[in-house]
């Protein structure tokens, strides 16, 4: 079946730096992938649509210059969170369809941990 | 505004059947998804209704109707690692952007 790795599971950062998370398609070619983000017995949050080629759209109240999304290739979306602080703490995971956006894979997540 | 609602906690015993409701109101409706997280893991698909009716697949099924805004999934012979939360998910635009409810805690008693 489809599979969506993500990369990496967890990190701990220093506040002020920068992290890159990325989320892989491994055995199909996804021109649209998803970033949520998840608080501890919350819902997914969508933050971003990421699409393959464009600028990546982002839902309301998403810093956009804080949440930098970079969709390259048909395989690979990156997220990365710049200037991270210890608020930006939080389960970050990624998606993707075949087709038809009926079922989402979802990546393994990433736990990030800003100190 | 985009709105799923599902109840927060569920209880069961082994062997049970559960049935976990979802109601929404969403700007766009393309389909209802039905997911299962444990925890520390990432969701994963169960399944999917876009048109009225009820889809089975295996101990899981899941209903909707589109003239109430409701749907529901229904687990049957309940095994204790179907303890995990349960989302239900609306796919409101044909892009495939989907909105997700807060999130049923399912807990399988002996």
């Known amino acids: 079946g489809a599979v969506v790795s993500q990369h990496p599971s967890r990190v701990i950062c220093k506040s002020g730096t920068s992290v890159k998370i990325e989320c892989r398609s491994l055995?199909?070619?996804?021109?649209?992938m998803f970033w949520y983000r998840q608080f501890p017995k919350q819902s997914l949050m969508l933050m971003a649509t990421?699409?393959?080629?464009?600028?990546?759209?982002?839902e309301q109240g998403v810093e956009k210059d804080k949440f930098l999304i970079n969709h390259a290739s048909l395989t690979l979306s990156t997220l990365t969170v710049t200037s991270a602080h210890p608020e930006d703490s939080s389960f970050y995971i990624c998606s993707a369809s075949r087709t038809g956006f009926e079922k989402l894979f979802f990546g393994s997540g990433t736990q990030l941990s800003v100190l | 505004g985009q709105s799923l609602e599902q109840p927060s906690e569920v209880t069961a015993v082994e062997g049970a059947i559960v049935q976990i409701n979802c109601t929404y109101q969403?700007?766009?409706?393309?389909?209802l998804s039905w997911y299962q997280q444990h925890d520390g893991g990432a969701p994963t698909f169960l399944s999917y209704n876009g048109l009225d009716g009820l889809e089975e697949t295996g101990r899981f099924s899941s209903f909707l109707s589109r003239s109430d805004s409701y749907g529901y999934l229904l687990l049957q012979e309940l095994q204790m690692k179907d303890s995990a939360s349960y989302f239900c998910?609306?796919?409101?635009?044909?892009?495939?952007?989907?909105?997700f409810g807060d999130g049923t805690t399912l807990t399988v008693k002996p």
């Open positions: 990421s699409n393959e080629g464009s600028k990546a759209t982002y």
């Open positions: 998910a609306v796919r409101d635009t044909q892009a495939g952007k989907s909105t």
């Open positions: 969403t700007s766009g409706f393309y389909g």
């Open positions: 055995d199909f070619q996804a021109t649209t």
